[in-house]
C-alpha cells in the first residue's frame, strides 16, 4: 500500500468508526463509553468477517470437500478482536486510526471478556485446531456448548482460592450469531415402544421431555487469507417458554419451572480438569449438544446430497473430542435407524467409517462410566441403542477373534452396570488416537491394549501443536518482528521455516536484540505482577514460571517444595549467591478439589514467607497470579526464561503449555514424559533440562504398590525439614499443610514428588549455572524457538487431515 492509500484508509476507517460509535451508543463520539468504543470496533470487525463468512460457506459448497466437524465438550476459544484485526491485516491501521482519534487501541481491547468455555489444556487445544484449520483454508467446524457461565473467575483471598461466578455474556457478545431458525429439538426420558410395520421393526418415542436448541455461530478467521469457518455451540432452551395452564390456574412457579429446568443444561461449564464427575446434568449436556449437532448435520448434508446418506461417511467425518461426545455412536445410529429409515447394518457401516476418536488422559479418574440406570432413565433409546451395539461386538470377540470370557468381558462397553465410554468411543471410531507419542504408546499397551490387538489398524498418534499467532505472532510482537525482519514472513504460516534463525546463533548484535526483547516482555509481566500482587520483582531475575491447572500430577507441589529447600539454604548459608530467581505460578484448581487447594495455599504462604524476608536479599520471590486463563497466558509465555513441565512421568498425556513457552524462547525443565519427550527430541539434549523417573520406572513402582516414600525421607535431610516445616508452625500458627504432609509420607507419596525431589534440584542448579553463561544460554533458547516448527497445530492439523479424517 503506498502511502496515500494507507492515509486514506486510515482516514476513511477513522470515518467509520465515529459514525458506528454514535449508531451503538445514541451519543455523540466524544460522549461515548470505552465499552461503546470497543462494541463499534467489534460491530466494524465482524461486518468484516461476515461477507468473507458467506463466501467461504458458498465456496464449500461449491466445491465439494470432505467436511469435518469436531465435537468437543469445551472450546477455549481466548479474546478474538485482535485476533480477527491481525488476521485481516489491517492492525497498522486500525491503531493509527484509533491513536489519532485520541483514544487506546490496547486499552478498548482490554473490554473483551476472554470467554472461559473450557478448563484447560483440551478445550483450548481445539481452539488452537479451529485457527490452524481455518488458516489452511480446510473445511472444518466446532461444535459446542454455548454455556452461559465459564469456568469460574478465580480470586485469591488470605492466600486461598475463592471462586466467583464468570458471567461473560453479561454486556452481550458481539462475536456471535444466534440462528433460532436452525433450531432442533433433543428428548430426554419418555418411553419407548416397538411394534412391526409392513414387517420392520418399527420404534416409537413417547412421553418424552422435548429441549429446544438453538446455535450461536463465531465466526473463524484463518490469519491472512479469506476463509472463515465457524464454531458453533448450542443453547438449551425451552419449547415454549410458558406452561400457559399452570399459570391460568395461578400456579406461577410451575408456569416458569421448565424453562428454568431447560436453561439448566448449558448454564455452566463443570470446573473439573482430568477428571469424571458423574453428575445427571453433565450427562444431559453431553447428549444435548451431540444430537443437536448431529441432527443439523445429516439434515444440512441431506439438503446437498439428494436426501441420500450412502456417500456420508466419504463426505464428512465426524471427531470425537475425548469421550465427552462419545454418544456419537448410538446417536448417529438412532437418526440413521429411527429417523431415517436405514437397517442396522447400514447404519452401522456409516456410522464407525465417518466417527474418529481422540483420547486425551489415561488417568484412572477421569475416564467417563455412567451408570446403566442413569442411562436407561434419561436416554432409553440410546441406552437400547447401546446394548445392541455391545452385544453384537462381544459376540463378534466371540466368534470372529476366538476371545476366552475373561478378555471379552475386558473390552465390553457395559461393564459392571456401567458404560464405559472410552471403550464406547473405540468401537464406534474407524481412528483412535492419543496427543503425543508416549501417551499413544501407553494407550497401545496398557488402556486399549485388548482393542489394539483386534483393531491395530485403527490406532494413530498425532502429537499436539498449538497455533503460533495466538502464543508467538500476536502476543510477542517484539520477537516477531526481529524475526521478520531476520528471516522473511513465511515462518507464519510455515513454522519450520524458524531453523533459519540458527544461522544468528553465533550474531553478537542479533542477540543483543533478542536478548532486549525478552527483558522488555519481563518488565511487562513485572508490571502486571506490581500491579495484582503485593510484591515487586526483578526483571533481570531468571524467570522461572509454571502455569497450568492445579493438579497433584502436574506436581506444583514438586515444584514449591524445592523452592522452601532453596530459601532453607539461603539462610543457612547467608554468604551463598545465586542468579536471583522469580518463580511464578498460576492455575486454577477444581472447586472440589481440596488437595490442590491445599497446594495453592501452600505456594501462597511459601510467598509470604520468603517474599517478606530482607536477610534473603531478594534472592528469590514467588509469585501466585490470580485467574489464569487464555488473555494472562499470552503476557505470562513471552516473558518466561524456564518453563516448569515437570508431571509424573507417563500422567500428562502431552502438554501444550510446553509448546506455548518453548516457541517464546524459554527453556524446558521437565521430566520425559508427554510431548516433553519430543520437545526433547526437536531441539537436543543441550538445549533442555529434564529430569527425574522415566514413565517405566514409574509403571514398575506402580505395579509393586508404589516406593517407600518414608525411606526416601530417612535418608535427606533437606527433605526432613521441609516435610517438619510443613506441620511446625513455620508459616504462621494456623498454616499447617498436615494433608500435604500425610500424603507425602502416610499415604506414600503416589506422584512420586519425593522421590524425584533430589533430581529436580539438581536439576535447578544445573540451570542457575547455564544462565550465567549469557552466550550458551541465548543459544539455548533460540534453538527452542527455532525447533519449534513441529508443535505448531498447523502440523498436527494436517497429520489429521491426512492420516485420520483423509481429507487430503
Ligand atoms: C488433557 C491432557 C493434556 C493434553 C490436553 C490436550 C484432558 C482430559 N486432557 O496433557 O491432560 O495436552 O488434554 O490434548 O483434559
Not at 481445539?126 to 472444518?140: K, N
Not at 438449551?236 to 439448566?264: C, I, T, W, Y
Amino acid at each position: 500500500m503506498n502511502k496515500s492509500e494507507r492515509f486514506e484508509a486510515i482516514e476513511t476507517f477513522k470515518n467509520a468508526y465515529i459514525q458506528k460509535i454514535e449508531e451503538v451508543s445514541g451519543e455523540c463520539f466524544s460522549e461515548a463509553s470505552l465499552f461503546n468504543q470497543y462494541e463499534a470496533l467489534a460491530e466494524i470487525i465482524m461486518e468484516k468477517n461476515g461477507s468473507l463468512w458467506a463466501k467461504t460457506s458458498k465456496q464449500y459448497d461449491e466445491i465439494p470437500h470432505k467436511r469435518v466437524y469436531l465435537f468437543s465438550i469445551e472450546f477455549l476459544i481466548g479474546r478474538l478482536l485482535k485476533a480477527f484485526i491481525n488476521s485481516l491485516e489491517i492492525e497498522d491501521i486500525v491503531k493509527t486510526a484509533i491513536s489519532e482519534l485520541g483514544l487506546d487501541y490496547e486499552t478498548i481491547l482490554n473490554k473483551e471478556a476472554d470467554p472461559g468455555l473450557g478448563n484447560g489444556g483440551l478445550g483450548r487445544l481445539m481452539a488452537c485446531f479451529l485457527e490452524s484449520s481455518a488458516t489452511l483454508g480446510l473445511p472444518f467446524h466446532g461444535n459446542g456448548i454455548h454455556y452461559q457461565h465459564g469456568l469460574f473467575e478465580q480470586k485469591i483471598i488470605n492466600g486461598e482460592q475463592v471462586e466467583v461466578a464468570d458471567n461473560w455474556l453479561r454486556h452481550g457478545y458481539p462475536f456471535e450469531i444466534r440462528k433460532p431458525n436452525e433450531s432442533v429439538i433433543v428428548k430426554f426420558y419418555g418411553d419407548i415402544h416397538y411394534d412391526k410395520i409392513d414387517g420392520v421393526l418399527t420404534f416409537f418415542y413417547e412421553n418424552y421431555e422435548p429441549i429446544l436448541a438453538v446455535p450461536y455461530d463465531i465466526p473463524i478467521k484463518g490469519y491472512h487469507n479469506k476463509t472463515v469457518n465457524s464454531l458453533r455451540l448450542w443453547s438449551a432452551e425451552p419449547v415454549e417458554d410458558f406452561d400457559l395452564p399452570s399459570f391460568n390456574q395461578g400456579q406461577f412457579m410451575d408456569a416458569v419451572r421448565h424453562k428454568s429446568e431447560a436453561e439448566a443444561i448449558t448454564q455452566i461449564l463443570y470446573p473439573n480438569d482430568n477428571k469424571f464427575d458423574g453428575k445427571l446434568l453433565r450427562l444431559k449436556q453431553e447428549y444435548f449438544f451431540v444430537s443437536a449437532g448431529l441432527q443439523r448435520i445429516i439434515t444440512r448434508y441431506k439438503r446437498y446430497n439428494n436426501k441420500c446418506l450412502d456417500e456420508f461417511s466419504n463426505k464428512i467425518c465426524i471427531h470425537i473430542n475425548d469421550t465427552h461426545p462419545a454418544l456419537c455412536g448410538p446417536e448417529m445410529m438412532r437418526i440413521l435407524m429411527d429417523d431415517e429409515g436405514l437397517s442396522w447394518m447400514d447404519a452401522w457401516r456409516i456410522t464407525v467409517n465417518s466417527l474418529t476418536f481422540t483420547n486425551h488422559t489415561v488417568l484412572p479418574e477421569a475416564l467417563e462410566k455412567w451408570p446403566v440406570d442413569m442411562l436407561k432413565l434419561l436416554l432409553p433409546r440410546i441406552y437400547m441403542i447401546i446394548e445392541e451395539i455391545n452385544r453384537q461386538f462381544l459376540d463378534k470377540l466371540r466368534i470372529k477373534y476366538g476371545l476366552n470370557e475373561s478378555e471379552i468381558a475386558a473390552l465390553a462397553i457395559i461393564q459392571d452396570e456401567q458404560i464405559n465410554m472410552a471403550n464406547l468411543a473405540v468401537v464406534c471410531s474407524h481412528s483412535v488416537n492419543g496427543v503425543a507419542a508416549l501417551h499413544s504408546k501407553i494407550l497401545r499397551e496398557e488402556t486399549f491394549r485388548g482393542y489394539y490387538q483386534i483393531f491395530p489398524e485403527r490406532f494413530n498418534s498425532v502429537t499436539n501443536g498449538v497455533t503460533p499467532r495466538r502464543f508467538l505472532i500476536n502476543s510477542n510482537t517484539g520477537l516477531r518482528d526481529l524475526i521478520d525482519a531476520s528471516i522473511g514472513t513465511e515462518w507464519q504460516s510455515d513454522l519450520f521455516a524458524l531453523e533459519e534463525l540458527m544461522k544468528y546463533a553465533e550474531d553478537a548484535s542479533f542477540m543483543e536484540k533478542y536478548d532486549q526483547i525478552k527483558l522488555t516482555n519481563k518488565i511487562h509481566l513485572a508490571d502486571y505482577i506490581k500491579k495484582h500482587n503485593p510484591v515487586t520483582v526483578n526483571p533481570n531475575s531468571i524467570f522461572d514460571i509454571q502455569v497450568k491447572r492445579i493438579h497433584e500430577y502436574k506436581r506444583q507441589l514438586l515444584n514449591a517444595l524445592h523452592i522452601l529447600d532453596l530459601y532453607n539454604h539461603l539462610k543457612e548459608n547467608p554468604q551463598m549467591e545465586i542468579v536471583p530467581h522469580t518463580f511464578i505460578f498460576a492455575g486454577k484448581a477444581a472447586p472440589g478439589y481440596y488437595f490442590a487447594k491445599e497446594i495453592i495455599r501452600l505456594i501462597n504462604a511459601i510467598a509470604d514467607l520468603v517474599n517478606n524476608d530482607a536477610s534473603i536479599k531478594d534472592q528469590i520471590k514467588v509469585v501466585f497470579l490470580a485467574n489464569f486463563n487464555v488473555t494472562l497466558g499470552e503476557i505470562i509465555y513471552p516473558a518466561a526464561n524456564i518453563s516448569e513441565q515437570i508431571s509424573t512421568a507417563g500422567k500428562e498425556a502431552s502438554g501444550t503449555g510446553n509448546m506455548k513457552f518453548m516457541m517464546n524462547g524459554a527453556i524446558t525443565l521437565g521430566t520425559m514424559d508427554g510431548a516433553n519427550i519430543e520437545i526433547h527430541e526437536a531441539v537436543g539434549d543441550e538445549n533442555i533440562v529434564t529430569f527425574g523417573l522415566s514413565s517405566d520406572e514409574v509403571a514398575s513402582f506402580e505395579k509393586s504398590g508404589g516406593y517407600r516414600s518414608f525411606e526416601v525421607f530417612e535418608n535427606n535431610a533437606r527433605i526432613q525439614k521441609i516435610m517438619q516445616q510443613l506441620i511446625d508452625g513455620t508459616f504462621g500458627n494456623f498454616s499447617h499443610f498436615q494433608s500435604i504432609y500425610d500424603s507425602l509420607l502416610l499415604y506414600n507419596d503416589s506422584y512420586f514428588v519425593l522421590k524425584d525431589f533430589d533430581s529436580y534440584a539438581n536439576a535447578q542448579r544445573h540451570i542457575n549455572d547455564l544462565y550465567q553463561c549469557p552466550d550458551q544460554w541465548f543459544r539455548m533458547s533460540l534453538s527452542n524457538v527455532a525447533y519449534s516448527g513441529l508443535f505448531s497445530s498447523d502440523r498436527a492439523i494436517l497429520d489429521y487431515q491426512k492420516n485420520i479424517w483423509k481429507t487430503l
